[in-house]
């Protein structure tokens, strides 16, 4: 017989406190959505309302070299990042066999034993750069999210195959070193449209950190209650995502468009060999608002478990963030307060996931 989650607390022990996570729940033979997961009706997706983003992902390989193909892409690049804060992209640079590995090793670590994963559980684990957990802010969550995660920080090579699971540290290194050169272009883009220089050293220092993260959505008995991420933005410069075919990622218009007006949701589907971009915090402070980070969320299902792998590149701890002169300089007006980006931090995950509010903390009040 299954146990009994109707009692939160009992809920909250089982799958954050003793590491069982979501996984463990479906597990034990759960019938229903316990209450703890039950979104409010406003935070639920409705899938039958929301459109699907048709637009064909961005060839990279044309941005190699100059002439109408390179300028093409990186006008396609730029819209993107001034509108839906979305894109896709293909011949990225990241082997394709790679993507393929990645998934399973996805699906194989989260199929491990409980007490495997949850000897990296935040209050137990042997490394501050590894950590096991479920939702995103649980102990601050009015309702709980559908997912569980293993979070890596990356400070150097050694470091990682010192402290990451063994299961996974090969296949994320990789997927980090044949990502980051692709970045490094796309930025060279973005900041380029403002007139900053490929080699300007700040682009280093807008990735100086990086945070590489395995997700997996248990399918769902009542995918229409919850949600396996709730509406928020990822607080970096750029995000690299790569997902499974299921589906099941919604992005939040800022603006109208062809395919859909302002605050409509649109779901990203998945594309073969295809990864996905986003646009962060720092990267819409940096561009005085010109570039949208994305509000976004993630459905379940009840027909199959999602695997999603993303890197989070970020400026470091310690590094000063303030809009570009370039920008404002045109702009007339600075719409972001200078900090430090530990402080951000500090902010965006002391609260749980709220759309954009995080920028609230760096914006200006101008009336």
Request: contains cysteine; aromatic residues 8%; hydrophobic residues 35%.
């Amino acid at each position: 017989m299954a146990p009994s989650f109707e009692d939160g607390n009992s809920v909250f022990e089982f799958v954050v406190r003793r590491g069982n996570g979501v996984k463990g729940l479906v597990d034990s033979g759960l019938s229903k959505v316990p209450e703890a997961y039950v979104q409010p009706p406003k935070e639920r997706i409705d899938k039958e309302n929301t459109v699907k983003h048709g637009l064909p992902p961005i060839d990279l390989s044309k941005l190699d070299g100059f002439g109408p193909d390179h300028d093409e892409v990186a006008d396609q690049i730029v819209k993107a990042a001034e509108t839906l804060g979305f894109f896709q992209v293909v011949n990225h640079g990241v082997p394709l066999h790679l993507l393929e590995s990645l998934k399973d090793t996805a699906h194989y670590f989260f199929s491990l034993p409980p007490q495997r994963k949850a000897v990296y559980r935040s209050d137990v684990s042997p490394s501050p750069l590894v950590k096991y957990g479920s939702s995103f802010m649980p102990e601050k969550e009015k309702a709980l999210e559908w997912k569980d995660y293993i979070l890596m920080q990356y400070t150097n090579d050694d470091e990682a195959l010192q402290h990451w699971p063994q299961e996974i540290k090969g296949v994320l290194l990789e997927y980090l070193r044949s990502s980051i050169g692709m970045v490094k272009k796309l930025l060279q883009v973005l900041l380029g449209n403002f007139g900053i220089k490929p080699d300007d050293p700040m682009i280093d220092v807008l990735i100086g950190k990086k945070m590489l993260s395995m997700n997996f959505y248990p399918a769902c008995p009542n995918p229409d209650l919850t949600v396996g991420v709730g509406r928020h933005s990822d607080m970096g410069t750029l995000t690299v995502l790569l997902q499974d075919g299921i589906g099941g990622l919604y992005v939040k218009m800022e603006q109208d468009m062809d395919y859909g007006k302002k605050g409509d949701w649109i779901e990203i589907p998945p594309t073969p060999n295809a990864l996905v971009i986003n646009v962060g915090d720092m990267l819409q402070i940096l561009s005085n608002g010109k570039y949208k980070s994305a509000e976004h969320r993630v459905r379940t299902t009840s027909t199959s478990s999602r695997v999603s792998i993303p890197i989070f590149t970020m400026p470091k701890e310690t590094t000063k963030i303030v809009p570009l002169s370039q920008v404002v300089k045109k702009d007339g007006t600075a719409l972001y307060r200078e900090f430090v980006l530990i402080d951000y931090m500090k902010n965006f995950f002391g609260n749980a996931h709220e759309g954009k509010k995080s920028l609230d903390f760096a914006k200006i009040n101008l009336t």
